[in-house]
């Protein structure tokens, strides 16, 4: 059951509230009950539908799925995980770990399912994807507030509000009309797939199971080391192999932290030593020592079935892949539920063609959310969708719009967008939440934190920072309810509890 409209409050953020804008034009036009229609059931578009639907706003929430599907899903559910299971490190000395416990506090759907179908990983949060993708489904079916259509949207809806949440593969024809509404600040580049090798494939008298620095004290990867001959022979094979070409219209850029691997490797020699293939905290209990070069796997399902490999996004054709990858000790005899690929990723210029709402500038009431903005990741990519929810939700009840303060990971990753931070042009590239963004602290008298502390403080100001945001828009409301009903769901097809 949905909950009741959080009551009105006054803002008790750090931001200063927001001015009028030409959306907001559009929408003291929209009448009371007119649903808002959000493009897009994936990470950001299914928050956003949640955000909203908990306030007390009608959604049509229109998804293509399972009608069709972009070449690199998998599933017929919502907000799917197609390049990993893993929604990255915990730890909150980590941007991406701050922002996770910012959507936990302040009832975010997809932090609640996650939370709930969660797999081993370490220091990390992963899941199991089908699990997952069908807890957040049968979540927004649910919801008396939701209504849910399938539909391929081949250009800008007329209806306002609307929201794009399309994600980095966005149609062809609807990419195009938002091309004609932006010029040419649309741009593409491609994010890679990482493969998954059966366990039963796997040769476990040559690997060791070990988290990183024994983090996490679950023994989470299995880890496959190399010696300098065994690394000098993989980047060889790697270098030699044959790859997929890009076609001629598409202009390979890729996101700095989902390189392809043989793109690493072309860089020089010991890249992958320092990046995927590091071996440093991976103590071999049969030598006792690190190896030259490690490859990671993570663990797909609860049941261990399946193994990712970690940072092995690859553009090699498939028979290529399964030669060069049976270099890797453990690997020689591997079975692959999925061979690694790449697919295009579509983002606008959003210092340039978004307001300080995420509207369009140049269509009022059209509104963009997930990685389609310039966001990077699952979490960045659903946290995008929870700011535009929670905000918009306050804008169309008349309310006083509260973003994040700058100093949560929310309101870092929003400033990554904003007009106000000039990252506008050809400069501008997609970005994971990173330290970089939030405002630095304050100065302290004789004395320098060194970075883990310098982080932890800040971790720790954004969550008391925080506290005031969430009563401003209702979240504690929210929050209750996401936290509640997901420890009362199953697993789908299970009939297993969640909690």
Not at 44 to 58: I, K, P
Not at 64 to 92: I, W, Y
Not at 291 to 307: I, K, M, N, S, W
Not at 344 to 355: C, E, G, I, K, Q
């Amino acid at each position: 059951m949905a909950s009741e409209h959080p009551p009105e409050s006054p803002s008790a953020s750090s931001s200063a509230p927001e001015s009028p804008s030409a959306s907001s034009a559009h929408e003291a036009r929209r009448a009371p009950d007119e649903p808002v229609v959000i493009v897009g059931a994936g990470m950001a578009g299914s928050e956003c539908a949640w955000q909203l639907a908990e306030r007390g706003v009608r959604v049509r929430l229109l998804e293509q799925k399972p009608a069709r599907r972009t070449p690199a899903a998998h599933l017929d559910t919502f907000a799917e995980m197609v390049c990993s299971n893993s929604m990255r490190g915990a730890a909150m000395t980590n941007a991406v770990g701050l922002l996770k416990e910012e959507l936990r506090r302040a009832g975010s759907l997809l932090m609640a399912c996650a939370d709930a179908t969660s797999v081993p990983a370490g220091g990390a949060l992963a899941v199991e994807r089908a699990a997952f993708s069908g807890l957040v489904t049968s979540r927004l079916r649910a919801h008396p507030r939701i209504r849910v259509e399938v539909a391929e949207v081949l250009e800008v809806p007329d209806a306002r509000p609307c929201v794009l949440a399309t994600g980095p593969l966005t149609g062809d024809a609807l990419a195009a009309d938002l091309v004609r509404l932006v010029g040419s600040a649309g741009l593409a580049y491609y994010d890679a797939i990482a493969p998954i090798v059966t366990a039963e494939s796997i040769e476990w008298d040559e690997v060791f199971r070990a988290s990183r620095y024994d983090k996490g004290g679950d023994d989470a990867y299995v880890n496959c080391p190399m010696n300098r001959e065994q690394y000098e022979a993989f980047v060889d094979a790697l270098l030699a192999a044959q790859k997929v070409a890009p076609r001629e219209f598409e202009e390979a850029r890729y996101f700095e932290g989902c390189l392809p691997l043989e793109v690493m490797a072309e860089r020089g020699r010991e890249t992958l030593r320092f990046g995927p293939l590091k071996p440093v905290g991976l103590t071999d209990p049969r030598t006792g020592r690190w190896p030259y070069a490690c490859v990671q796997l993570r663990q797909e399902d609860p049941a261990g079935t399946a193994f990712n490999l970690v940072g092995f996004q690859s553009r090699m054709t498939w028979p290529e892949q399964m030669r060069v990858f049976a270099l890797i000790p453990g690997l020689a005899k591997a079975e692959y539920a999925r061979l690694g690929s790449v697919h295009r990723n579509t983002f606008v210029d959003a210092p340039t063609v978004l307001d300080e709402t995420l509207a369009l500038r140049a269509a009022p009431g059209v509104y963009l959310a997930g990685q389609v903005t310039g966001v990077e990741g699952y979490v960045e990519s659903g946290a995008s969708g929870f700011v535009l929810g929670v905000t918009l939700a306050q804008r169309l009840r008349g309310e006083t719009v509260t973003p994040p303060p700058a100093t949560t990971a929310l309101g870092a990753l929003l400033s990554h967008l904003l007009p106000s931070t000039l990252r506008g042009g050809p400069g501008f590239q997609p970005s994971n939440v990173v330290w970089s963004m939030f405002p630095a602290l304050p100065p302290r008298e004789g004395k320098r934190l060194q970075k883990r502390d310098r982080y932890q403080a800040m971790a720790d100001r954004a969550l008391i920072d925080l506290e005031p945001w969430l009563d401003a828009t209702g979240a504690r409301l929210v929050r209750a309810q996401a936290s509640g009903s997901a420890s009362t769901l199953e697993r789908p097809g299970s009939g297993e509890a969640l909690a």
